[in-house]
């Protein structure tokens, strides 16, 4: 059981928008930056979105990320095939000390 | 470039010893966090520790301590993650992970090591 809730999958079509959200708590996403994980099949997890809305270099402005009170948000439009991945939110969570990580989401692009 | 590489694949039987290591390269290795993630087969991902290389101070999720050592050898910028005693249950891919220097993200990922421990 993961301390923040995500969907188990998403799908949407080529050159759709989709929107993959991470539910938590006041000791963690309420009051931590959110971070969202990229992980491609196969291949070892990259950081997209920090500190719940800056990308990291390299990453497309076709990803973005939001924070609302205890939830946060990963945006992705003009989907690609290329997309398909599972995607993970992760925080600190202050009660736990202890990172804190979502399910993970299965992106399908149809 | 910024790179971790990690030490290959192990296969090791429950009760036995082990150490895998991550070595970075092309950034200053005492200025970021370098920590560990458990990925299990199939499942999603779980931090298990981290640790600052500057003065060895290593920092445990609560799942995981007591149960692995992290350590850090700077003269080589490496660190590594033990274990006394396999189990099992151990089996999963472990991605070393570095921690941006004014954010808790995990900016740069290691390829993984797989590590299987049959019973």
């Known amino acids: 059981q993961s301390v923040l809730t995500q969907p188990p999958s998403v799908s949407a079509a080529p050159g759709q928008k989709v929107a993959i959200s991470c539910s938590g708590t006041s000791s963690n996403i309420g009051n931590n930056y959110v971070s969202w994980y990229q992980q491609l099949p196969g291949t070892a997890p990259k950081v997209l979105i920090y500190?719940?809305?800056k990308r990291p270099s390299g990453v497309p402005d076709r990803f973005s990320g939001s924070k609302s009170g205890t939830s946060a948000t990963l945006g992705i439009t003009g989907l690609q095939s290329g997309d398909e991945a599972d995607y993970y939110c992760?925080?600190?969570?202050?009660?736990?000390?202890?990172?804190?990580f979502g399910g993970g989401t299965k992106l399908t692009v149809l | 470039e910024v790179e971790l590489v990690q030490s290959g694949a192990e296969v090791k039987e429950a009760g036995e010893s082990l150490r895998i290591s991550c070595r970075g390269s092309?950034?200053?290795?005492?200025?970021?966090?370098i920590g560990w993630v458990r990925q299990m087969p199939g499942k999603g991902l779980q931090w298990v520790g981290s640790i600052d290389p500057s003065d060895s101070y290593p920092n445990f999720s609560p799942s995981f301590r007591g149960r692995v050592i992290i350590s850090v050898d700077k003269s080589i910028s490496s660190a590594y993650l033990q274990w006394s005693s396999l189990k099992a249950s151990d089996t999963a891919i472990y991605y070393c992970?570095?921690?941006?220097?004014?954010?808790?993200?995990?900016?740069?990922w290691g390829q993984g090591t797989v590590v299987t421990v049959s019973s």
């Open positions: 500190d719940n809305d």
């Open positions: 992760g925080t600190w969570d202050t009660s736990l000390s202890d990172v804190a």
């Open positions: 992970v570095r921690r941006h220097a004014k954010s808790e993200t995990f900016d740069v």
């Open positions: 092309g950034y200053t290795f005492t200025n970021n966090w």
